[in-house]
């Protein structure tokens, strides 16, 4: 039986890169992606749904799926007003889940970050680890939530400390050897693969996936 997936971050690197995947699937009939600006020159299996993702809501009628991948994410520099920063990274994944939960879907998939902690000091940290209690208190049946180390791959926009870190950790990544391999760069396309490999072929994965665990599922 085919498939419809709900995709939301289809602009940003790992969700752009999910998006090529999911569309040459041929399990997957429709693609629908609800998204801020629309993406040019995709084909007839990829419906989209522009507006305000903080207000998800509005898209109720159309939220309807067998999968929900949410690839949502920002960063200080695009959102240096922290209100709207945390109505973007844990306000609209927690609305994703909740008109999930709402609509039936079984699966619920969302990038969150390596140090997430609701009890956290920093900011950043705090956001995702609350973002994910939201998304856990929903119940979903097959919920998955992926922390990432740092992310390789060839982002449109220009993150010059970014990739600073990119290269330091490149230098630095053969020392991360038993638990510290969790902090090794993870590139874009193997958190795409695995998010995929997850609703397809994993059944026993944890809902927690931290980033060396990621990289193994994305070979599977």
Do not use: W
Not at 60 to 76: L, M, N, P, Q, R
Not at 105 to 118: D, E, Q, T
């Amino acid at each position: 039986m085919k498939k419809t997936a709900i995709l939301l971050g289809a602009t940003g690197l790992t969700g752009g890169i999910l998006l090529h995947k999911l569309i040459s699937d041929s399990r997957y009939e429709t693609i629908k992606l609800f998204s801020r600006a629309r993406i040019e020159n995709l084909p007839n299996k990829v419906h989209q749904f522009i507006g305000d993702l903080i207000k998800l809501e509005d898209f109720k009628e159309d939220f309807t799926a067998d999968e929900v991948y949410c690839c949502i994410g920002t960063t200080t520099k695009k959102t240096p007003n922290k209100l709207v920063y945390k109505q973007i990274d844990y306000g609209i994944p927690l609305a994703a889940a909740k008109l999930a939960k709402e609509k039936n879907i079984a699966s619920f998939l969302v990038i969150s970050a390596m140090g997430a902690n609701k009890n956290s000091s920093v900011f950043y940290n705090k956001t995702k680890g609350e973002m994910e209690q939201g998304v856990l208190k929903q119940n979903i049946k097959n919920t998955f939530i992926l922390r990432p180390s740092l992310i390789g791959g060839e982002r449109k926009e220009h993150r010059l400390l970014e990739k600073i870190g990119l290269i330091i950790f490149k230098i630095i990544q053969p020392l991360f050897i038993g638990n510290l391999r969790k902090y090794r760069i993870i590139n874009a396309e193997s958190i795409a693969q695995a998010m995929l490999n997850l609703t397809n072929h994993i059944s026993n994965a944890d809902v927690i996936i931290t980033s060396n665990d990621i990289e193994k599922l994305s070979k599977k």
